[in-house]
Each structure stands twice: as structure tokens, then as C-alpha cells.
């Protein structure tokens, strides 16, 4: 689909072998919890996934497209503390507040950064968020229970799924388009992604989104307002031919100096005669 897509070039997949098993149950071990089965099995198949792709722009290639889902190894845990932290640096976990609303029917109970909740990152996402893996019930043991989570830049929690299989499939159907997990957020992708998403529209992507609220980024201009000077003839008006007061200045200067010399020639003269 996107190599028949047009001004799409350079679709690279990167093709991983299957994770090793006992990979696998190190990390369960390091972590003190049990992966998914979809995410175990995914990993059995493909250590982690890779996928780009660019576009042209005056023959020239630009990255645009991402999908990238990290490796067992670099599924890391987000906030964990460590030893070469300071003893009173700040961390993730002072970001916490007791007030927090709860979760409810219509939205559920969000990550914690503390220990009340285990958080891996999935996908780095370019640097626009986090995709990741979260354990929310850590005490006193963990749930083997696991959802999909955003976290935006401003270190906010949006839910995506409650599976990977789901993730995985939302992930592929948006074509890596960037910025696309701010679609389930309640701010919505930015202006510049939106032209991205009507050019290369999502397999399942929703047309309301893109054309909600359209009007607060598009510049409205009336025609009529804009040129309306234009329909108006330009009366030129003739000022008349003036010398510059400096000029006029210099030259009244120069003429009281040529007859104040004149003039002393002159009694020079009659005094060498007389």
C-alpha cells in the first residue's frame, strides 16, 4: 500500500531474528513480571520491529513515516530509579499527586509514576511521546493485567488499548504517520499532521477528525476586502520642481562669498592706485 502510494520512496523494513527464549524469561526476572502472551509470542517471531518510509519533496527524500516497536532488550522500564541518580534528584515519581482523579466507567485509571505501577517503553515515537507497556496494579504483587498507554510530552497519559494485538494493529493501520497516537488524546494531532493524515489518509482513520474544528487553522480571506483598493484609479498629482534647502543654502553661501571677494579685489585695486 505505500509503495503504491504517490511520492512515497524509500519503505525500508528491517528484518530481526526471533528473540531467544531465555531472553524472554530474563527479563521477566529482572522485572518481576510476566510478559504479555500476544507481546511473548510477537517477540518469538521478530525481536522487536522496524519500518520506514519517506517522501519526495523536489526529488529529494524526506523521513516521514515510523513504526517502530523496541526489542526485548530495549524494553526498558520508564522512571525506574538509578544508582548513578543523585540521592535527592527529582524523578518521575515526585510528579504524583494524591488529588488525582480516579478512573471511571468513561475513562480509566491512569499509570502512576511510583511504585504503585510498572511502565515499559514500546515505542519512542521520534520523540513526540511514548507508547508504553504498563503494569498499573505493582502492590503487593503484580497483575499479570497489561493495557496500552500514551504518554505526550507534557507527561500526560492517554489509553490507546487494552492489548498489544490491538496496538499492533492500530500502529500498522496508521502507516507510521507522524504524530498519530495524538489522535486519541483530546487535543487531536496538530495542524501540520493533519495535512499528512489528508494526504496519506490512515486505513481506518475517522474523516470527522480531520475536518473537525478545520476553520480555527485555515486563514480566511474575502477577495473583496483584500483588493479593494485595486479597484480604485490613482490620481497622480505634478508637485512643483523645488530645490532642496540644503542646495538652496550652500548656493546663497557661495554667491555672498564670491561677491564679499569681489568686492575686496576691488578696494585692493583702488588703493594700489591711489
Not at 523536489?58 to 522500564?77: F, Y
Not at 504524583?96 to 515499559?120: A, Q
Not at 486505513?203 to 477577495?223: G, H, M, Q, R, Y
Request: charged share 25%; glycine share 4%.
Amino acid at each position: 500500500l505505500l509503495e503504491t502510494s504517490p511520492g512515497v520512496a524509500e519503505v525500508t523494513f528491517v528484518e530481526k531474528e526471533p528473540a531467544e527464549r531465555h531472553a524472554i524469561i530474563s527479563w521477566e526476572q529482572k522485572n518481576s513480571c510476566i510478559l504479555p502472551e500476544d507481546l511473548k509470542n510477537f517477540y518469538l517471531m521478530t525481536d522487536g520491529f522496524q519500518m520506514t518510509w519517506s517522501v519526495k519533496t523536489d526529488d529529494t527524500p524526506m523521513p516521514l513515516g515510523s513504526m517502530v516497536i523496541n526489542s526485548v532488550s530495549k524494553l526498558c522500564r520508564l522512571g525506574g530509579s538509578s544508582m548513578y541518580t543523585l540521592p535527592n534528584a527529582p524523578c518521575l515519581a515526585d510528579l504524583e499527586d494524591d488529588t488525582d482523579e480516579e478512573g471511571n466507567d468513561d475513562k480509566p485509571e491512569k499509570p502512576h509514576f511510583d511504585s504503585r505501577s510498572l511502565i515499559f517503553e514500546l515505542d519512542p515515537c521520534n520523540g513526540n511521546g511514548k507508547v508504553c507497556l504498563v503494569y498499573k496494579h505493582a502492590k503487593p504483587v503484580v497483575s499479570p493485567d497489561t493495557e496500552i498507554w500514551f504518554l505526550d510530552r507534557a507527561l500526560y497519559w492517554h489509553f490507546l488499548t487494552k492489548t498489544f494485538t490491538a496496538y499492533y494493529r492500530l500502529l500498522i493501520t496508521h502507516l507510521g504517520l507522524p504524530q498519530w497516537q495524538y489522535a486519541f488524546t483530546s487535543y487531536g494531532v496538530s495542524p501540520q499532521a493533519k495535512q499528512w493524515f489528508n494526504m496519506y489518509k490512515p486505513i481506518t482513520i475517522n474523516t470527522a477528525l480531520l475536518s473537525e474544528e478545520a476553520d480555527s487553522f485555515v486563514n480566511k480571506l474575502d477577495p473583496n476586502k483584500v483588493f479593494k483598493s485595486k479597484n480604485k484609479t490613482p490620481v497622480m498629482k505634478k508637485k512643483p520642481l523645488s530645490q532642496p534647502a540644503g542646495t538652496q543654502k550652500s548656493h546663497t553661501s557661495v554667491t555672498s562669498s564670491k561677491t564679499s571677494s569681489l568686492a575686496g579685489n576691488s578696494s585692493k585695486k583702488r588703493d594700489a592706485q591711489i
